[in-house]
Structures are given as C-alpha cells and as structure tokens.
C-alpha cells in the first residue's frame, strides 16, 4: 500500500504541474506568436517566455525525484 | 568584453565641413551624435540638398528592385576613386531604365503563367467533352455554356436543370463530367434563342462560366482548343527567352547597379550626417565617439588631410554619462560566435559587463551535461563540421557551426563522465563504465550536481552584479548582500542535511539574521522577495538533470526494441528511428533550456540591457558590421 500511495504521490508532484505549465504554455503560445507576426524581433522574448512555466513541472519533478528516493 | 570608448569633439572652419565629412566617412570611424552645446546652431539641408536627398532615395529605391528582380544584389562592386554628380545622374537613369524592364518582363511572366493555367482549365474541359463538342458546329441554332463546378458542388447540378427547366422549358441539353482536379465540368446547350435568359440565369446564381477568349478566335471550343495547345507548347519558349533576358540584362547592368546601391548609400548618409552638425558662423562643430584605440587613427587621418585647420579634443569622461555611449563588443577569436547568442538580447550597456565570455563557458557545458553521450556528440561534432563547411565566415550559419563544436566537445566529456555511447551501447558493447556516476540510477547525486552547478552559476551573476554596479556603492552593497545570504542559506542547508559539518548551522543562521535588516536598508522591501526568486533560480538548474535523465532514458528505450520486435531488422530501424527522434530533441530542448538559464537565472542579475550600437559614419556596405571597430582608411567595396 505505501509504494501505491508513494507512486501515487510522486506521479501527482510531477503530474498537477505539467497540466498546470501545458495550460500556462497554451495561453502564452498564441498570444507570442501573434505578438511575433507583427514583430519578428520578440523571438527572444517567445523563448522564454515559453520557457518559463517549464519551471513549475521541473520543480513538480524534482518533488517527485526527492518522494521517490526517501521511499526507496 | 565591451571596449572603452572615447568622445571626441572635432572643429573646423564652415567652409570646410562636408570635405571634413568626406575624410571622416573614409576613415568609418566616428560614431557622429547631435553636439550639445548650447551657443550653437544645427546644420539644415538646403533646399537643393532636401531635392537631391528625395531623387537619391527614389533611385536607390529603383536599384534595389531591379538588382533583387535580376538577382545579382549579392556580388562584389568596383568602387570608383571619386563620384560626381553626373555619375549619380547617369546611375539613377539606368536604375530606372532596368527597373522598368525589368518590371514588363515580370508582367510578361505573370501574363504567360495566368495564361497557361487557362489553357489547362479548358485543356481538361477540352478532355471531359470531347465527343459532344466536335459536333458543336453541327449545332448552327445552338449556344454553348462551359461552366466549372467547385470540388463537391455535387447538388448544384440538379438545382441547374430544376431552373432552367422553370425558365426555357425543355430547350436545353446539360452534361456534367468530373474532372482529375476535384472540380465538375458542365456544358450547357440551349437554343439561340433562349441564350439571354441562360446568361443571367448563370449570372444571377454566380456559376463560373468559362467563356471562349476571343484571342483564341471564335465562339467554338472546337475551334479554339487547337490554336490553345499550339500556345501551350509556345509558353515555355518565351518564358526561357524571358529568363535570358533577365541573365543577360543581369550581367550587362549588375556590376554598375551594385556600384551605384553603394555610391547611392555613400551620399545619403553624407546628406544625413549634416544635420548632426553644430554651426557658428565661422566654424563647424562635430561630435562623436570612437574606440579609444583608434583614436591615433582619426588624428592622422584628419592631420594628414587638413593640417592644423581641423582640431580634433576629448570630451572629459565627467561631461557625458554612461547611457550615451555606442557599445562594441570585442572578444578572442574563439569566444566570438557566442556573440550570436548574447545577440539574441537587446545590448548590454556601455559601462556594463558583456557577458559573452561567460556564456562561452557556460552554454557548452550546460548542454553537454544534459545530452551526456558520446555517441550523440559525435553525431553532432559531424554536423558542425558539415555546416562548417557550408557556410561562410562571418554569417549567422557559421557562427552556429562553431557554437556546436564546443557543444559536441562538452557532450562527448560529459559522455565519457557518465559512461553513455547511445545510451546504454556502450556498456554492452565495449563495456564502457561510468568515471562520475550513472545517470540513470543516480537521480539524487545528478540533482545536486545541476543544483551546485546553478549555485555557482548564480552566485557568480550575483558578483557580477556588485562589479557591474561598482559606480553606484548602495547598490553595489546591496547585491553583495544579497550574494552574501544566498551563500548563507546555502551553507546552513547544506549544514541542516550533514553534507557541512552541524557547527556552521548556528553561525549561518544568526548571520543570515544579521544580514536581513541590512539588505532591507539597502534594496528596500522588495529585496526579501528577490532573495527567494533567487533561490528558486537555482533550484531551476534542476532541468539540467531532469532533461539529462529523460535524455538517457529515450536513448535505453530506442535501444530495447532491437530484442522486443521479434524480429532484429525491424527492431534495429525502430531503434535507429528512435535514436534519431531523441537526438532532434536533445538538440532543441537543452539549447533552450541553456539559453533560459542564461537569460533569465543568469543575466538577471548583473545585465544591463539597452546599449546603442556604434554605427560609425562610412560607407555603405551590404552586411553592415554590428559591433566590431573597423578602422579603415580605403573606401570600402560593398
């Protein structure tokens, strides 16, 4: 039961905020992109700002990585 | 690193300003700017200069379009020693001449491209009726309709014989044929005299007729479809007789069109820096910045020209601030392609740290620790070398090119750390050990490697940050600070956990109390706030070890599926097709994912963005040189 409720929680640290950056990352997508085809020269900006909300399932996945080892 | 700049203030007599000008543009080596002192009066453009800069814009205007409708705008260009007026007058009438030529040529391409388009529009029509339309002449009281349905348009038709029987009774035949492309072909036959009310009915229900056009000759398709094809055959004559001209007219005129683009580009720029000119009546005064390494040249130059009639002075460095500067940036041979990368952000500041030479460190190895494989630098290292090769010094193409060598180099090291020739190949092959640890099974170590790794990568911003605002002592104190407490969190962690030994707890603790009301004097109340975005910045290094972990594990996937498709040779192409999947995405994600780091983690805390480029006043040339100094006492071919 302990490994269910460990898998369980590790796949939710890394789970929730991958769905969290997915819709993040669906809103920043298109609004960057129109912005871009007006001025090529955001590029840069789209980077990162795409990039940003990457931030949250890299922490949700080092959440996970610490559960993971603990239990182990 | 961004070179010292000097501002110099060169004076003269009035009379001698646009020959004083003419040498400056020679030398390419002031970056010119509005004078500021007050007594003095701007230059303005005459009237006759105002009329002479709008006919010049206008021809220039007219040598871009016929050099880029020849396509001859790249090429070397024979400058000549000196310009006239005359020479301006001639290039500007042949600049117009070939535009215009070159505008009917490409009328005349459209014209035949529309043209053959029709042709196979009927063509098909032609096909779909043959039979029927022979004997169109045999139908003396009788007036044909060629009309083309949409792709699916399928309940049109029935609503056409609906209609038309409503309107002309049984007066009419109707034949549909679909045709190759998705479109129907319909031929409407009615008699002579129904036809008008034929006619607006197609036009009122906006069916596409295709009327017979008359330079085909007569109202029969029979007819016409002939002296069509005999013109298919003719089109691809005249377009090649077309793009002859075009080579020919390329070769007779591109050299003098290139030559006059420059000569062209030379004067405007000579009429727009007169404005920037401060004026008495006697005298002329000109400002502006050059690298304080060449200043010896413009002495020289302006001494060799005028003598003592033109005197050139530093402006003290109390007298203009920072912000006013032009910025060039100049690094080694070797740390200059990742200029490109620095590129990507607006730059840095005169005054301010470039941090071209950091990234140059930084970028390879961040990304060679997150691909880690022999195998996949090596693919990469050849990649480089192909894009080496096929580009040319100075583009963007072969900056890239050398970008991906140290890139390579990095993944092949980190590789050899972690023991990885395309995953886990080199182990069952060649029995390749890992010299640091595995990255599949060391999750923890590989985490607090990228975790250090981002503690000194920030930390680093941060000194960097006290040194770039080394003129401003509060601020400076604050961002060491700042640094100071990142060092202490980071010690009292690691002391909390036993990695330090448990005596640096109690003293990291209370100087982390000491220190806080003290950056809140310094940086205010947002400074608390800032000192936890900066601990997250480095927990945000992490992605250097999640996105290494999802690269190895891509690469063992690809590797099993050789023993679980049954058979070798599908599991070999399966895994081949993975493999290749895996390195496209390890080559896209830790690129972007290094560049985050440094944008955002990195530069955030010392970069100081919004420099001016310095843009001496020179000649023209096609690709101009974005940042480096270049001293040159020749005029300058583009």
């Not at chain 2, 009774?169 to 129907?184: D, I």
Request: with cysteine; proline share 6%; glycine share 8%.
């Amino acid at each position: 039961m302990n490994i269910v409720l460990t898998a369980l929680a590790a796949a939710l640290a890394v789970g929730v905020p991958a769905l969290a950056t997915a819709w993040a990352q669906s809103r920043i997508g298109p609004a960057i992109s129109a912005s871009m085809a007006e001025k090529p020269e955001l590029s840069t900006t789209a980077i990162l700002l795409v990039a940003i909300p990457e931030t949250m399932v890299i922490l949700g996945f080092v959440v996970a990585v610490v559960i993971l080892v603990r239990a182990a | 690193m961004i070179i010292e700049m000097a501002k110099l203030r060169i004076l003269g007599p009035r009379e001698r300003l646009e020959d004083v000008l003419r040498v400056l543009q020679d030398l390419s080596l002031v970056h010119l700017s509005s004078p500021e002192a007050a007594p003095l009066a701007r230059v303005e453009l005459t009237p006759a200069q105002d009329r002479e800069r709008r006919h010049l814009a206008s021809a220039l205007d007219d040598v871009e379009r016929a050099l880029s409708a020849l396509g001859v705008a790249e090429g070397s260009a024979p400058v000549a020693a000196s310009v006239t007026r005359a020479d301006l007058a001639r290039w500007a009438r042949l600049a117009s001449r070939v535009r215009r030529e070159t505008e009917r040529l490409a009328a005349r391409t459209t014209a035949l491209e529309e043209e053959r388009a029709l042709i196979m529009k009927y063509q098909q029509f032609f096909s779909a009726f043959r039979a029927l339309l022979e004997s169109e002449t045999r139908w003396p009281n009788a007036t044909t309709y060629h009309v083309l349905l949409r792709g699916g348009d399928t309940a049109t038709i029935p609503q056409l014989r609906v209609t038309l029987s409503a309107a002309i009774g049984e007066e009419f035949q109707l034949f549909s044929q679909p045709l190759a492309s998705g479109e129907t072909a319909v031929l409407i036959v009615v008699s002579a005299q129904v036809a008008g009310r034929v006619e607006r009915l197609l036009a009122e229900a906006r069916v596409q007729e295709i009327p017979v056009p008359e330079v085909y000759g007569g109202k029969s398709l029979t007819d016409a479809i002939p002296r069509m094809l005999a013109r298919l055959g003719d089109i691809p004559r005249e377009r090649e007789e077309i793009r002859t001209r075009l080579r020919a007219l390329g070769r007779e005129h591109g050299a003098a069109l290139r030559s006059a683009r420059a000569a062209l580009n030379d004067r405007l720029r000579a009429l727009g820096a007169l404005p920037l000119t401060g004026v008495t009546t006697r005298a002329f005064v000109l400002e502006g910045w050059v690298p304080a390494g060449s200043r010896h040249l413009l002495d020289a130059g302006l001494g060799a020209a005028f003598g003592e009639d033109v005197v050139v002075s530093e402006v003290s460095r109390e007298e203009w601030e920072s912000e006013q500067a032009p910025v060039v940036l100049s690094n080694p041979r070797l740390l200059r392609p990742f200029e490109t990368l620095v590129g990507l952000m607006p730059l840095p500041r005169y005054g301010s740290i470039d941090p071209t030479p950091f990234v140059a460190v930084f970028f390879p190895a961040f990304f060679g620790l997150m691909v880690g494989d022999v195998g996949y630098g090596l693919v990469l290292a050849a990649l480089g070398l192909v894009l080496h090769a096929r580009s040319r010094p100075g583009t963007t193409l072969r900056n890239v090119a050398e970008i991906i060598g140290p890139c390579a180099l990095f993944s092949i090291i980190a590789g050899v750390l972690f023991g990885e020739l395309f995953g886990d190949l080199g182990r069952r092959w060649f029995g390749m050990r890992p010299l640091l640890f595995d990255r599949a099974d060391a999750l923890l170590p590989f985490l607090l490697l990228a975790v250090a790794i981002g503690a000194v990568h920030v930390l680093l911003g941060l000194v960097l940050g006290v040194v770039s605002a080394r003129r401003h002592p509060r601020q400076a104190m604050g961002r060491g600070v700042s640094a100071l407490m990142v060092v202490l969190v980071i010690v009292g962690l690691l002391a909390a956990v036993d990695v330090l030994p448990r005596a640096f707890f109690t003293p990291a603790a209370l100087a982390l109390l000491i220190a806080f009301p003290v950056l809140i004097v310094l940086e205010g109340l947002v400074a608390p706030i800032e000192l936890l975005a900066t601990l997250g910045n480095i927990l945000s290094y992490a992605r250097i070890m999640a996105l290494g972990v999802a690269s190895v594990m891509l690469a063992v996937v690809a590797n099993r599926m050789v023993g679980a498709m049954g058979s070798v040779v599908v599991g070999v192409v399966f895994a081949l097709l993975f493999h290749l999947v895996n390195f496209a995405i390890a080559m896209f994600s830790p690129t972007i994912h290094a560049l985050r780091l440094h944008y955002v983690e990195f530069f955030g805390k010392f970069f100081s963005p919004g420099g001016v480029r310095y843009q001496p006043f020179g000649h023209w040339t096609r690709v101009p040189d974005r940042s480096r100094p270049a001293p040159r006492n020749s005029r300058q071919a583009a």
